[in-house]
């Protein structure tokens, strides 16, 4: 693949989401301003990254980035506007929450959101740009936290396990236990689900 090109000597974020393909749960991306006077070694793609050296990268992001900001979007507003639109808005929502304004914008994937600064949309962005290996790698810790916070109150759910992604253990779950309040109700599983126990 090619490299990017980067905006010379613009301050620059990257974006990623975690939580498309999950059931449960608030879709959750996060922008990333690194500092190129404090390089951070062994950024990767998160789900690349082994959970220890996620969760050590983690903490060095959080001290050592210009900038972190978290964006979501509800499971409500996912059912609402569908979860590409609901993904967008999360991005927006992120790229808005940093401190710092940045002048130029890289976007996991293939598409960007609406922003007030030009952007760009990088496939495979989270092994090719360290802005975006940055957001996935807190995208991922934080959502991963948030799924093992609802595996407390649905222990019968195994939310830490699967994070909510459609699993063998998650359809026995909701065929035993019915949907929980963070279910995205839009989700062809879950509206099976709901239809079954009507």
């Not at 304004?101 to 092994?127: H, Q, S, W």
Request: proline fraction near 7%; glycine fraction near 6%.
């Amino acid at each position: 693949m090619d490299p990017v090109v980067y905006p010379e000597n613009a301050l620059v974020a990257g974006v990623d989401e975690v939580g498309r393909g999950p059931l449960v749960g608030d879709v959750v991306t996060a922008a990333v301003i690194l500092d190129p006077n404090n390089p951070i070694q062994g950024l990767a793609d998160s789900k690349k990254l082994s959970e220890k050296k996620r969760l050590a990268l983690f903490d060095e992001i959080q001290q050592k980035a210009l900038a972190v900001s978290i964006g979501r979007a509800s499971p409500a507003e996912i059912d609402e506007i569908n979860i590409l639109h609901a993904t967008m808005l999360a991005m927006q929502r992120a790229v808005e929450g940093l401190k710092i304004t940045p002048e130029y914008v890289f976007i996991d994937g293939n598409r960007c959101p609406k922003l007030t600064m030009p952007c760009e949309a990088v496939v495979k962005g989270d092994a090719r740009v360290a802005e975006i290996s940055a957001a996935s790698i807190i995208a991922k810790v934080t959502r991963d936290q948030e799924m093992a916070e609802l595996d407390q109150r649905y222990p019968e759910f195994g939310f830490a396990h699967h994070k909510g992604y459609p699993t063998k253990a998650h359809f026995a779950a909701l065929e035993q236990h019915g949907i929980t309040p963070y279910h995205r109700k839009s989700f062809k599983p879950v509206q099976k689900i709901m239809e079954q126990q009507d």
